[in-house]
């Protein structure tokens, strides 16, 4: 069975906090995905990687960055935290980049307070 | 600028009878489109593609239908059941996902 894990469902940090979200795949995916959820706005991506240390910028990638060190392993960072980042984000990967299901983790709720 | 818009937050539907959710897009590009089905506290998942060269395609329950002049793509569920009860996303193979629909079926 395929996974998709992150690795909080709950956070909370303060404003100006480094903020790290983690993303593990099991299926030997090339692409991975960053979402934020919003209310209203759907699901906005942040960040995608198509291979180990290459990601392109999505369409909200501002206050955030990312790092694919290992093929399996996808983290969002949020250098300093604000609180309109506080938000649903959702970890993704899947076999094709562009005509292809996408497999979701559980996501990360995260409160900047 | 959303190039992918489901423009109704909410559908409610008596059990066994149809769900159709609604989709439009913007830009004429696209060409493979997807419906994911989200639960509370869960991600989405994939629940039915088409590509642009079709019109249709069924899964069980499930039907997709595209309108390419139209720019408009739908999701019919026949008959509908109180477990499909969930948000459903449209999304575009330019990893571009619509706002949601919230779909209820009242037993």
């Known amino acids: 069975d395929v996974k998709v894990t992150q690795s909080s469902r709950y956070l909370v940090k303060r404003t100006g906090e480094k903020v790290f979200l983690e993303c593990v795949q099991d299926?030997?995916?090339?692409?991975m995905f960053w979402y934020r959820q919003d209310p209203g706005l759907g699901l906005r991506l942040i960040y995608f990687?198509?291979?180990?240390?290459?990601?392109e910028k999505g369409d909200i990638p501002e206050g955030y960055s990312v790092s694919r060190e290992k093929k399996e392993r996808f983290s969002l960072i949020l250098e300093s935290a604000s609180t309109n980042q506080t938000s649903m984000y959702l970890c993704?990967?899947?076999?094709?980049?562009?005509?292809?299901?996408?497999?979701f983790g559980p996501g990360t709720r995260l409160t900047v307070t | 600028d959303q190039q992918v818009k489901q423009n109704s937050p909410s559908l409610s539907v008596q059990e066994g009878r149809i769900s159709i959710l609604n989709c439009d897009y913007t830009?004429?590009?696209?060409?493979?489109f997807l419906w994911y089905k989200k639960y509370p506290a869960e991600g989405p998942t994939f629940l039915i593609s088409?590509?642009?060269?079709?019109d249709k395609n069924e899964d069980g329950r499930f039907t997709v239908f595209l309108n390419k002049s139209a720019k408009h793509l739908s999701l019919h569920i026949v008959p509908s059941q109180p477990g499909d009860s969930a948000v459903y996303f449209c999304?575009?193979?330019?990893?571009?996902f619509g706002a949601g629909t919230r779909l209820t079926v009242k037993p």
């Open positions: 088409i590509s642009s060269i079709k």
């Open positions: 990687s198509y291979d180990v240390k290459m990601k």
């Open positions: 299926m030997d995916h090339e692409n």
């Open positions: 993704a990967s899947s076999l094709f980049a562009v005509r292809g299901e996408q497999y």
């Open positions: 999304a575009a193979n330019d990893m571009r």
């Open positions: 830009n004429s590009m696209f060409d493979y």
